[in-house]
């Protein structure tokens, strides 16, 4: 059996909750323990859809090279020059956000790239999840913790896999 602690101190994530704040944007330098390489035909499009529709600002560019795009701590994102995918991949890649925030990444997806969203939807594991295909067609969810309802058809899912309340 695999050992498991709390280790909440070291994420970026707030506390779900109807008032949690999602954290400023992080713009320190480190040693990135997992990001996103997205190739694209277009840095300037690309970059306005996830900086204006997904949260992301533009932390560095070297032109015609690189875009670095950060949200949060540990939520960074390359645009390269490339071809992108021919078309949405089943691969998706999760960035965490709050619940006040998932209504207004929709929003502003449809407005920049119509028919971009899927959802939101509520998930088994007690998230409201978000789909968006970029104009890489890169396949990003947005996730937002829900508040815990411990009588909530999610807890009763989470304690069926033996998954307690936090």
């Known amino acids: 059996m695999t050992e498991t602690f709390p280790a909440f101190d070291i994420s970026p994530v707030p506390i779900p909750g109807p008032d949690a704040v999602a954290p400023e944007p992080f713009h320190g330098i480190y040693g990135m323990p997992m990001f996103v390489t997205v190739p694209t035909a277009d840095l300037a499009v690309s970059t306005r859809f996830w900086v204006e529709a997904l949260g992301f600002f ?11 795009l950060r ?13 992108p995918a021919s078309a949405t991949a ?5 960035f965490s956000c709050v619940l006040d ?4 990444i929709a929003a502003t997806c449809e407005r920049l790239a119509p028919g971009s969203t899927t959802g939101p939807r509520v ?12 104009p890489e067609n890169t396949r990003v969810i947005m996730t937002a913790a829900r508040p815990y309802d ?7 899912h989470l304690r069926s896999i033996g998954i307690e309340a936090p």
Not at 123 to 134: A, D, H, K
């Open 58 to 68: 533009d932390l560095f560019s070297v032109p015609d090279h690189v875009t670095h």
């Open 71 to 83: 949200r949060w701590t540990f939520q960074d994102v390359l645009l390269v020059p490339g071809t």
């Open 90 to 94: 089943a691969l998706t890649v999760s």
């Open 101 to 104: 925030e998932i209504d207004t």
């Open 123 to 134: 998930m088994p594991w007690n998230s409201m999840e978000l789909e968006v295909r970029t």
């Open 150 to 156: 411990p009588d909530s058809p999610e807890a009763a």
